[in-house]
């Protein structure tokens, strides 16, 4: 068990790993139509995404917009910076069949904020295709780059930006 599991994941991050149009076909050939998407937290984007079309629109799409608040802020990932391709760092496989990856990215928020973000996604494969994806990251860095929010250190008034 977790062998073909495994190999349906490390397909799928090296499809990802290509181009814009690479990545968009990459997730419908290896999502089942029904997966869910859990990113933990209380981010704006932290919960569980339900289907293909909201992983990509409602998640995914969301990386890009932010939550669109009126204001000054600049909100959501560079389109011009781009993701650059996931750096893998480790692909394991579980007693029960799922599948660990331990992974990160390279991107740049729209305020300039650097987005070089660390995973751990623990994946559940069915029937060849990955159905659930539950996400473990910096959360406080995607609140920065893609939310233009201020961390505020304990003890003083001065916001602090992860750039």
């Given at each position: 068990m977790g062998t073909n599991e495994k190999k349906v994941v490390q397909n799928w991050l090296a499809a990802v790993r290509g181009d814009s149009e690479g990545v968009g076909d990459a997730f419908t050939r290896y999502f089942h139509p029904d997966a869910t998407w859990t990113l933990i937290g209380s981010t704006p984007i932290s919960?569980?995404?339900k289907g293909l079309e909201s992983i990509q629109n409602d998640?995914?799409?969301?990386n890009f917009r932010g939550e669109e608040r009126e204001g000054p802020s600049v909100q959501g990932l560079s389109q011009e910076y781009g993701i650059k391709p996931l750096e893998v760092e480790d692909v394991l496989s579980l007693e029960d069949g799922r599948v660990v990856v331990f992974c990160r990215s390279d991107g740049m928020g729209r305020n300039g904020v650097a987005y070089k973000n660390q995973y751990c996604w623990i994946v559940t494969v069915r029937d060849d295709k990955i159905a659930a994806m539950l996400e473990f990251c910096d959360t406080a860095l995607i609140e920065q780059a893609q939310f233009d929010?201020?961390?505020?250190?304990?003890g003083t008034t001065t916001p602090v930006y992860a750039r």
């Open positions: 919960g569980t995404y998640f995914l799409g969301a929010k201020m961390i505020v250190p304990r």
